[in-house]
């Protein structure tokens, strides 16, 4: 399993765990052991399910979590095949069959992995214009899914009440509705930040998931 997936999922389950009053420990165990098992995508697919299946207070994290499940993936199940695989046909039925799943954290998680790559600090403004292409004209796609985030960049520079209060009045594209708070949280501060875990604990109407995908976000961004 790759370490920055597994700090990223336990700080975040834990994170969740506490602001919603739930055990999580029980299922952190199953997830990690399922996330390290020499198994193909979509045999680990069907026990992640039914994993989240089990505990269903964890509901709410399922598909953002299915976004850690193909990062590590990427990162590290992909290693032990053919060099060639993500081009084959297999892979091709696998992103066919799994195509409604997952979230835009998954690009988020992309673009960190560049950062630490490029050895930059991610920005938001770098994120969508040199990641997402928002500006080209054969990303128009991407553009209108993240065009709360793009008109409203200014948020990144004031603070989590600013930010958490800002979405509440605007009409945000439904694939960024709920990531909304916690993109804008991470490039507020891209560190993992109690301060901003206290803020959106006090301030967020969603707090446990908000809280929960920030922390997610920022301890995979932990280089």
Known sequence: MDNHVKTALIASLDKFAVVSGNESLQLEE?????????????????????AFNEYP????????????????????????????????????????ETI????????????????????????????????????EDEFQDEF???????????????????????AGMIEIAEEMEELFVPFMAFFHQPKVSEEVIADLNSFSANKEFDIAVYTLIANFNKN
């Open 30 to 50: 199953r997830l990690v052991e399922i996330f390290s098992k020499d198994l193909g995508f979509l045999e680990k697919v069907e026990e992640f399910d039914e």
């Open 57 to 96: 207070a964890f509901e709410p994290l399922r598909e953002v979590f299915f976004d850690l499940l193909m990062i590590n993936f990427f990162a590290n199940d992909v290693k032990k095949l053919e060099e060639d695989y993500l081009e084959s046909d297999e892979w091709a039925d696998i992103e066919e």
């Open 100 to 135: 409604e799943r997952g979230t835009e954290l998954l690009n988020l998680l992309l673009y960190i992995n560049e950062c630490h790559d490029e050895r930059i600090k991610p920005e938001l403004g770098d994120f969508l214009k040199e990641f997402l292409l928002v500006e």
């Open 144 to 166: 209108h899914i993240y065009e709360d985030l793009i008109s409203n960049q200014q948020l990144v520079e004031t603070s989590i009440e600013d930010i958490v209060s800002h």
